[in-house]
């Protein structure tokens, strides 16, 4: 929030579903870095196959499928000058390929 002099009212937008405004987006990039989702300013399917695989590893289909899902969301991400653009593709990208991902209130 700092980085980005982002306020408590910026983090209400990630209540909502992508795209978000740029601040917030911001936070969702910085959020994806800590987990190693985001390398170097890029999308990391490896990183993002560490997230998921607790979720997945004791049934294939399910693993194969979130190989699919990040395959396809590494190949369709694009990179920008502005990393924070991350923070609406990542999200819109998986929730488009592996809905089960968004958990919606």
Same mark, same amino acid.
């Given at each position: 929030?700092?980085?980005?002099? %982002?306020?408590?009212?910026? @983090?209400?937008? @990630? ?8 601040? %917030? %987006? ?14 170097? &300013? ?15 590893? &004791? ?10 899902? %990040? ?20 999200? &819109? ?7 089960? @991902?968004?958990?919606?209130?």
């Amino acid at each position: 929030m700092e980085k980005t002099n %982002a306020t408590e009212s910026d @983090l209400m937008h @990630l209540r909502k579903d992508p795209p978000f405004p740029h601040k %917030a %987006a911001c936070i969702v990039t910085c959020l994806l870095e800590k987990i190693g989702v985001v390398k170097d &300013q890029l999308f990391s399917k490896s990183g993002f196959m560490v997230i998921v695989g607790p979720l997945v590893f &004791q049934n294939k289909k399910k693993f194969d499928h979130m190989k699919t899902v %990040a395959d396809n969301c590494d190949k369709e991400i694009k990179t920008d000058e502005d990393s924070c653009n991350l923070g609406n593709e990542i999200p &819109q990208c998986i929730f488009k390929y592996a809905p089960e @991902l968004h958990f919606k209130s």
